[in-house]
């Protein structure tokens, strides 16, 4: 995939909901990995839909420990305008489990929002003690962070997949990727 088909996915999802931005990044940009951080970043700054904005912070959670310019990402996050987005902000750094992190997640036990400020304590709390799970309970035995996949879907695996479940996604990533879906030879 070359860049420019990226970029143009990236835009594509600022324009479509959060479950096919989801479905995007997964079953197409989920091979490029921390590749992924620069678009997540641009596309961040430039969105004026929180949702959009959330959904940039979410992807990069997962590249939190070893990539600062992720964790960069949950500092800015930390500081947007939507409670939404500054709590995914709080688990970009939650995961990151780096003490470094604390400092900025204690500026949001001021906020003005409720879970704003226990997400930030819950992040404080799972780097003290080590363990993301601490970030999320009492809600869940453990939580997870979904990894990229290493063994990408096979193209019938993404052309059933999408035609069933997105078929208001077909048109718009063939005009980005040419015909994701190649004819059958019978």
Excluded at 16 to 43: Q, V
Excluded at 119 to 144: E, M
Aim: net charge neutral; hydrophobic share 35%.
């Amino acid at each position: 995939m070359t860049e420019q088909q990226i970029e143009k996915l990236y835009e594509l999802m600022t324009k479509t909901t959060e479950l096919a931005r989801e479905n995007i990044r997964s079953l197409y940009l989920g091979s490029i990995g921390e590749d992924n951080i620069p678009f997540c970043f641009k596309y961040y700054r430039s969105s004026k839909n929180a949702s959009v904005r959330g959904d940039m912070v979410k992807f990069v959670i997962r590249y939190s420990r070893e990539s600062e310019l992720a964790r960069k990402l949950g500092i800015e996050a930390l500081q947007d305008r939507s409670n939404k987005v500054r709590r995914n902000g709080c688990a970009v750094l939650a995961y990151s489990l780096r003490q470094d992190m604390i400092p900025y997640l204690e500026v949001l036990f001021e906020s003005n929002d409720e879970l704003t400020r226990e997400k930030a304590r819950s992040a404080v709390d799972a780097i003290h003690q080590g363990d993301i799970d601490y970030f999320v309970a009492p809600v869940y035995n453990r939580w997870t962070v979904s990894q990229d996949r290493v063994d990408m879907p096979t193209d019938d695996e993404i052309d059933f997949y999408v035609k069933k479940n997105m078929p208001s996604l077909v048109k718009p990533l063939e005009a980005i990727l040419g015909t994701i879906y190649p004819a059958k030879i019978c």
